[in-house]
C-alpha cells in the first residue's frame, strides 16, 4: 500500500475545510502560542487566543475519526508577573466545543534553557493535551511500554501476602494493585511525563519539537497506513516521523520558507500545494480532497 504524505502552503482555518469528515486517525500539533513568534506567525493576544483556535478545532473535530486522538502542544505565558488562563479556558471550550478531553501529558524538556527571573524558576515543560470524540478510542499502550529498571528485581523477590492479591485504594477511589502480575514482566506502562530534549538548531524552526515526541504519540494512538495530520506543520517534524513509520500524512503551513524546507526533506507519493498566488490557481481543488 502506498504511504502519502500530502502538504498544503496556506492558512489551516481555510485548507482544512477540504478534508472530508472522519478521515484523520491522529493529530499532533503545535499552534503558535500566545504572543510568541510574533515575527513568524504574527503573534495572537491571549485575551483572543480562544476565539482564534476554536473555529480550527471545531474542523479538527469534524476530520477527526470517531476513534481517533488530537494531541495539542501548548503551554500559557506568563503577562506581568502572572500565569495567564488562555489554555485552561480553552480547555473549558472545547468541551463545550463536544470534545472529550481524556488526560494531559507532560513534556519535560531535559534540557531546557537555564535562567533568571525575580519570582519563578525556569520552564522546563510543556502541556500535551489529549482530545477525543468519546472515551472509545484507539490506543496501542504496549507499543510504547518500558524496560521494568534494576528495581523490579530487588521489589519482586520478596513478596508479601498483600503484595500477592489485589490491594484496593485505602482512598475509595476504586484502583488497586497487584505487585505479583508483574513477576517475569521485563517491561512496563509508562507515566504521562515524557523526558525529551528539544530540538531547534538543527531544525530552521524556532519552535521545533523532538522527532521522539510525534513518535511516542504515532506509536501509541496509530496503526500503519493511518493518517496523521499537523495543522501548524512548522518544519515537517510530524510529517517526516510519520512517514518513516510508514503513516500517511497531511501537513498545513502559512510561511513558504518552511514549507519549501518540508517539501525537500520528505519523501511522497505526491505533493500538494494550496496558495492564493495567481501561478497555484490552477492546483486548487473545486471539491474536498480526499486524503486515501
Known amino acids: 500500500m502506498e504511504i502519502k504524505s500530502n502538504i498544503y502552503l496556506g492558512d489551516c482555518r481555510e485548507i482544512i475545510k477540504l478534508i472530508s469528515d472522519n478521515t484523520v486517525d491522529l493529530i499532533v500539533t503545535s499552534p503558535p502560542y500566545a504572543d510568541q513568534r510574533k515575527n513568524t506567525y504574527g503573534g495572537i493576544r491571549p485575551e483572543n487566543y480562544v476565539n482564534w483556535f476554536l473555529p480550527i478545532s471545531e474542523q479538527l473535530l469534524r476530520v477527526l475519526k470517531p476513534k481517533g486522538t488530537f494531541i495539542l502542544n501548548i503551554k500559557e505565558k506568563v503577562i506581568n508577573g502572572e500565569r495567564s488562563t488562555y489554555v485552561m479556558e480553552l480547555i473549558i471550550e472545547m468541551r463545550k466545543q463536544g470534545w472529550f478531553w481524556t488526560e494531559e501529558f ?26 477525543n470524540k468519546n472515551k472509545n478510542f484507539n490506543m496501542y499502550q504496549e507499543e ?8 523490579a528485581k530487588a521489589r519482586l523477590k520478596n513478596l508479601s501476602d498483600t503484595d500477592k492479591t489485589r490491594d484496593n485504594s485505602k482512598v475509595g477511589s476504586g484502583f488497586g494493585k497487584n505487585i505479583s502480575n508483574w513477576i517475569n514482566r521485563d517491561k512496563a506502562y509508562p507515566t504521562n511525563v515524557l523526558h525529551m530534549a528539544t530540538e531547534c538548531n538543527n531544525k530552521n524552526h524556532s519552535a521545533a519539537f523532538p522527532e521522539e515526541l510525534p513518535e511516542w504519540f504515532i506509536k501509541l494512538f496509530t496503526k500503519e497506513s493511518d493518517i496523521v495530520l499537523d ?13 518513516r513509520m510508514r503513516r500517511n500524512s497531511i ?16 519523501n511522497p507519493v505526491q505533493l500538494l500545494l494550496l496558495n492564493s498566488e495567481k501561478e497555484h490557481e490552477e492546483d486548487k481543488p473545486e471539491r474536498r480532497v480526499s486524503v486515501r
Open 251 to 266: 501537513g498545513i503551513e502559512i510561511i513558504k520558507e518552511y514549507y519549501d524546507m518540508v517539501k525537500k526533506n520528505i
Open 106 to 131: 507532560i513534556w519535560h524538556k531535559k534540557n531546557s534553557y537555564p535562567g533568571k527571573w525575580p519570582n519563578r524558576f525556569r520552564d522546563s515543560w510543556e502541556r500535551l493535551l489529549q482530545f
Open 144 to 151: 510504547v511500554m518500558i524496560p521494568m529498571g534494576n528495581w
Open 231 to 243: 495543522p501548524f506543520m512548522g518544519s515537517g517534524t510530524t510529517l517526516i516521523v510519520a512517514n
